[in-house]
């Protein structure tokens, strides 16, 4: 019989242990999206490398709003940059693309722990401009999917 030495159980075990990393709430609230919407929309990541010496985070998550019954449109609410092998800092845009963020990084928030990322979350999640455009998306495929 091999010898396990690593310091978790199982993925069960792994998955628990991560349950507080930005990754993982980020992604819990992508998918609170379509089980909140009855998946007229739904949150999809997307996952890109930043591959530019003027930022210092070498990882993007996206964080897109799709309309399935709009051609499948998409919208970017916000994207989290962060550092492959540690789980702070992070950076947050709002409101603007990969693209955007390439030629111009200006992140609306930095959090350097998970209380910080939490409460920034939640800012972007319920401000009026992220609001304005779910239920401007939500009122549109509602009217085409009835």
């Not at 091999?2 to 075990?13: E, M, P, Q, R």
């Not at 499948?72 to 693309?97: H, L, Q, R, W």
């Not at 549109?140 to 999917?145: D, P, Q, S």
């Amino acid at each position: 019989m091999a010898i396990d030495l690593w310091g978790f159980k199982d993925v069960k075990d792994l998955e628990k242990n991560t349950s507080d990393f930005p990754e993982t709430i980020l992604k819990e609230q992508i998918s609170a999206l379509g089980d909140k919407t009855g998946f007229v929309l739904y949150g999809k990541p997307l996952y890109m490398k930043v591959n530019t010496y003027e930022i210092e985070y070498k990882a993007a998550t996206i964080f897109n709003v799709v309309v399935p019954v709009l051609d499948d449109y998409s919208k970017t609410i916000m994207i989290m940059y962060s550092n492959f092998e540690c789980n702070f800092p992070v950076a947050i845009t709002v409101g603007k693309d990969f693209t955007d963020d390439m030629e111009c990084f200006e992140p609306s928030y930095e959090c350097n722990n998970i209380d910080e990322f939490k409460e920034a979350l939640k800012k972007i999640l319920c401000s009026d401009e992220v609001m304005s455009v779910i239920k401007t998306l939500y009122s549109k495929a509602n009217m085409l999917g009835n």
